[in-house]
């Protein structure tokens, strides 16, 4: 993201209203998405999706599933039930680390 790693570009306050701005400009979340939902899908990705608990796996295909028939009939949600920045939880961070770890070290492996 913009300034990140370069502290003197924004400060603290400016970078958080710029996530926010950035989040709110995506639109993802006036129909109910979350960040992980709209990740594209490589073979890490599906990897990480697959190893998610049976429940997130559910929450996951319905947020997505609503989304897709929002966006086939041009309607959002209302704004009651837009995500919002921060309640938008990246479930699938630590299992897509996992997964991206285990891609290093095979590589790794391989190497030798």
């Known amino acids: 993201m913009v300034g ?9 306050g400016a970078m958080q209203w710029l996530r926010r701005w950035a989040y709110n400009a995506s639109g993802f979340n006036k129909l109910g998405l979350w960040h992980d939902d709209c990740l594209y899908e490589d073979d890490e990705v599906k990897e990480a999706v697959r190893r998610l608990p049976e429940r997130l796996q559910d929450d996951r295909t319905f947020r997505i599933t609503r989304a ?22 990246r ?7 996992e997964v991206r770890k285990e891609n290093r070290e095979k590589a790794e492996w391989s190497k030798k």
């Open 68 to 89: 897709m028939q929002l966006s086939l009939s041009h309607q959002i949600l209302p704004r009651e039930q837009w995500t919002t920045f921060d309640e938008d939880i």
């Open 91 to 97: 479930y699938l961070k630590p299992y897509l680390e």
């Open 4 to 12: 990140e790693g370069n502290s003197g570009l924004l400060s603290g």
